[in-house]
């Protein structure tokens, strides 16, 4: 990642970027999960994978991706996977899912829509932190998870729990960290 500034920039800013022209990123039907709420096989990535989440950590880019099924009242029930690149361009996707609805606490919340469009961070003090929307069909909210390692989550419920904000529509939340040298 290289971190540029100029008259025209602020010292955040992130660039200058080339645009590839390819796909990064595309479904695949092959990749399949055993969906822990209804109890069956699932195609978790096959219909689509979008809207990325990224971080550079160990020299590679780790991209949570949402990637949908195509089962559902919704069109797909939406589950985010792990999608790394040595070069920044290549990226091959876990063969599971990472985060995704469960028989947990959460499931009223991220069920039948599912886990969606995830912000990382690596956080100051190691791991990372993940807000992402659990979509149960009628309403999204803004959830927050923790990994050690962006294999494994820890879902924490609505990243405004506890406050009248808890049930207010979020999508695409972030996180802002600083930016050291």
């Given at each position: 990642?290289?971190?540029?500034?100029?008259?025209q920039?602020t010292?955040?800013?992130?660039?200058?970027?080339?645009?590839?022209?390819?796909?990064?990123?595309?479904?695949?039907?092959?990749?399949r999960?055993?969906?822990?709420?209804?109890g069956?096989?699932?195609?978790?990535a096959?219909?689509d994978?979008f809207?990325?989440g990224?971080?550079?950590?160990?020299?590679?880019?780790?991209?949570?991706?949402?990637?949908?099924?195509?089962?559902g009242?919704?069109?797909?029930?939406?589950?985010i996977?792990?999608?790394?690149?040595n070069?920044?361009?290549?990226?091959?996707?876990?063969?599971?899912?990472?985060l995704?609805?469960?028989?947990?606490?959460w499931?009223?919340?991220?069920?039948?829509?599912?886990c969606?469009?995830p912000?990382?961070?690596?956080?100051?003090?190691?791991?990372?932190?993940?807000l992402?929307?659990?979509?149960?069909?009628?309403?999204?909210?803004?959830?927050?998870?923790?990994?050690?390692?962006?294999?494994?989550?820890?879902?924490?419920?609505?990243?405004?729990?506890?406050?009248?904000?808890?049930?207010n529509?979020?999508?695409?939340?972030?996180?802002?960290?600083?930016?050291?040298?």
């Amino acid at each position: 990642m290289n971190c540029q500034t100029n008259p025209q920039s602020t010292a955040w800013q992130l660039g200058p970027f080339t645009r590839n022209g390819g796909t990064l990123l595309a479904a695949r039907p092959d990749l399949r999960f055993r969906c822990p709420v209804s109890g069956q096989d699932v195609a978790w990535a096959a219909k689509d994978v979008f809207n990325p989440g990224a971080v550079v950590h160990e020299g590679r880019v780790h991209l949570l991706v949402r990637a949908e099924d195509e089962v559902g009242r919704y069109a797909g029930v939406s589950r985010i996977g792990l999608a790394i690149s040595n070069d920044g361009l290549h990226f091959d996707l876990e063969p599971e899912p990472v985060l995704f609805p469960d028989n947990d606490a959460w499931q009223a919340w991220e069920w039948p829509g599912g886990c969606e469009d995830p912000r990382v961070v690596e956080s100051p003090d190691g791991g990372f932190v993940c807000l992402y929307t659990a979509f149960n069909g009628t309403h999204g909210g803004l959830f927050v998870a923790t990994s050690p390692d962006l294999r494994r989550w820890t879902k924490h419920g609505p990243a405004f729990g506890g406050t009248a904000h808890a049930k207010n529509w979020a999508k695409s939340g972030f996180i802002v960290i600083e930016m050291r040298d």
